[in-house]
C-alpha cells in the first residue's frame, strides 16, 4: 500500500540555519503531497502542497518540490527561526480513491535554538 | 469562523469505560475524518466518512465506532476503553472531489485510560 517515510528526528539547528527534512513516498496513481506543522499543544496546519509532479509548493519561507523520478517532496528553509520550532509531517493523499483520506509519515520534531 | 471543533479536549477515563467524541464542521465538507496520533507513528486513520449517511473503516478501526449524524458532524465512540486507546485523536474535514483538497484538522482530544 501507499506509505511514507521521512527522516528521524529529533533536528536541532541554531537560528538562520538551513533547513531540510527528507520525505519520500510509495503510491500507486498520482497522489497529491503535503507538508502540515503541529505546534505545540496545537492541531495540524496546511503548510504547502504539490499536486503534480515538478510542482513547487512555497509558504512562509518554506518550499517542497514534487520529484516524480526519485518519489521525494523534501521540505526546505533557508533561514529557520526560534518560531519555527514545531513537528512536521509528510502526507500524501490517497490516489486510488476520492475519498481524500491522507498516508502520514511518522512526523519529524524541529527544535530551534537562538 | 470556527472551522473543525472537537470536543473534549481532555479526557480520563478507566478501563472498560465507554465515551464519545464529538466533532463538527462549518464548512459545509463532504468528507470527514477522524485520525489517532501516537509518538512516532505519525497520524493513522481510524474511519472516514465520503459524505453524508456513509462511513469506512480506516487503518486502525478496532475498537471504535462512529456515526455520521449529518453533514455537519461525525462522533467516534469508544465502547469499551482500553489502555492501548490512549492517544491524541483529531477528527478533519474536506470538501467537494477531496484529490488535492486542503484537510482542515480540529485541535485534538487527549485522552487517557487508566
Known amino acids: 500500500g501507499d506509505s511514507v517515510t521521512q527522516m528521524e528526528g529529533p533536528v536541532t539547528l541554531s537560528e538562520e540555519a538551513f533547513l531540510t527534512i527528507n520525505c519520500t513516498y510509495t503510491a500507486t496513481g498520482y497522489p497529491s503531497l503535503f507538508w502540515y506543522v503541529q505546534y505545540p499543544g496545537e492541531g495540524l496546519q496546511l503548510l504547502l502542497k504539490?499536486?503534480?509532479?515538478?510542482d513547487k509548493g512555497s509558504n512562509k519561507g518554506f518550499e517542497a518540490t514534487y520529484r516524480k523520478e526519485t518519489t521525494s517532496f523534501h521540505l526546505e528553509k533557508g533561514s529557520v527561526q526560534v518560531s519555527d520550532s514545531a513537528v512536521y509531517f509528510c502526507?500524501?493523499?490517497?490516489?486510488?480513491?476520492?475519498?481524500?483520506?491522507?498516508?502520514f509519515g511518522q512526523g519529524t520534531t524541529l527544535q530551534v535554538k537562538p | 469562523n470556527a472551522g473543525v471543533t472537537q470536543t473534549p479536549k481532555f479526557q480520563v477515563l478507566k478501563t472498560g469505560q465507554s465515551m464519545t467524541l464529538q466533532c463538527a464542521q462549518d464548512m459545509n465538507h463532504n468528507s470527514m475524518y477522524w485520525y489517532r496520533q501516537d509518538p512516532g507513528m505519525g497520524l493513522r486513520l481510524i474511519y472516514y466518512s465520503a459524505s453524508e449517511g456513509t462511513t469506512d473503516k480506516g487503518e486502525v478501526p478496532n475498537g471504535y465506532n462512529v456515526s455520521r449524524l449529518n453533514k455537519r458532524e461525525f462522533s467516534l465512540r469508544l465502547e469499551s476503553a482500553a489502555p492501548s486507546q490512549t492517544s491524541v485523536y483529531f477528527c478533519a474535514s474536506t470538501g467537494g472531489d477531496s484529490t488535492g483538497n486542503t484537510i482542515y484538522f480540529g485541535e485534538g482530544s487527549w485522552l487517557t485510560v487508566v
Open positions: 502526507a500524501l493523499s490517497d490516489g486510488s480513491s476520492n475519498t481524500g483520506k491522507l498516508i
Open positions: 504539490a499536486t503534480k509532479a515538478d
